[in-house]
């Protein structure tokens, strides 16, 4: 079957705008990206699955094309999954497939935990679940080291040192292998108005944080395990090579997912979508038919 053409709309939802792009007919699956990224991110998926389902992929608030609010609490959790609940619900009246990466990861968590009913699959690459990562920032040194990283994003000057040299520090962490095409449209997306301190917006929101090298412990205490546990069909797919997100993170991973399909890639890292876009819609093909 020939794949449809790409459609671009927007869906007034929660309060604010929506930008995605859609492909497709049949049973929805609903991609969410992380950051850096945004709806592009699933492009070769969109590609894939839109040749025989309602394949959408969509711009989260603070990204791209999306509403940006300025006020730090409308990038909290609970606004995010309302979100996909309220957008989801414009699309389709059945349970559907929801696959995510990275922040996209940790809403798709969220919602979850709170809406297992409308889910009939939950697919997550590279994003830990949120008990399991409180406890990893609390107990794992390597991934106290590796998420570092948070503390600059959630800091006043994160703007101005992501933005420098027109977003080389962006370009060098996430792009590495990217065409000059795609370059240009991840610079023109991260170049939208306030679109980079939306993305940023999702750190400094957060109520997690890993503790300052220097020893300053972070005011984190684990989860109640009762309350995150995940009733929905998952499969999670692990690059290995992830320098930000340790292995650690899908340790004990079934203590919160019972129902729960693990698959490890050696030799792909966190950016496992665009290194392995065959492969992940092979995984995703065969975990939802």
């Not at 609903?30 to 309602?54: C, N, S, T």
């Not at 979850?112 to 939950?122: C, S, V, W």
Request: proline share 7%; glycine share 6%; net charge negative.
């Amino acid at each position: 079957m020939a794949a449809m053409p790409l459609l671009h709309c927007y869906a007034d939802v929660n309060g604010i705008q929506l930008h995605y792009v859609e492909e497709g007919s049949g049973k929805l699956v609903l991609f969410v990206h992380g950051f850096p990224e945004f709806w592009y991110e699933w492009h070769a998926q969109l590609a894939d699955l839109g040749r025989d389902h309602h394949a959408v992929a969509i711009d989260l608030r603070g990204y791209n094309l999306s509403s940006k609010p300025q006020e730090i609490d409308a990038y909290k959790s609970k606004h995010l999954v309302e979100d996909i609940r309220a957008l989801a619900a414009t699309l389709t009246s059945e349970p559907f497939t929801l696959v995510a990466h990275d922040w996209g990861g940790a809403v798709a968590w969220a919602f979850a935990i709170q809406y297992p009913e409308l889910l009939a699959n939950l697919i997550i690459l590279n994003s830990p679940h949120p008990a399991v990562f409180v406890r990893e920032l609390l107990t794992n040194p390597k991934q106290q080291r590796a998420s570092q990283y948070m503390r600059l994003f959630q800091s006043p000057e994160a703007e101005d040192i992501v933005s420098f040299a027109n977003f080389r520090m962006l370009k060098e962490a996430a792009l590495q292998r990217r065409s000059k095409d795609d370059v240009a449209k991840y610079v023109e997306a991260w170049s939208q108005p306030g679109a980079m301190t939306g993305g940023l917006n999702y750190y400094r929101a957060m109520r997690v944080k890993p503790p300052a090298l220097d020893g300053a412990v972070a005011p984190m205490t684990p989860l109640d395990p009762a309350a995150m546990q995940v009733r929905v069909r998952t499969r999670v797919i692990w690059g290995m090579l992830d320098n930000a997100l340790t292995p650690g993170n899908i340790e004990g991973l079934a203590d919160f997912v019972p129902d729960l399909d693990l698959v490890r890639v050696p030799d792909a890292s966190h950016w496992i979508v665009a290194e392995k876009p065959k492969l992940v819609n092979q995984l995703i093909r065969e975990f939802i038919s």
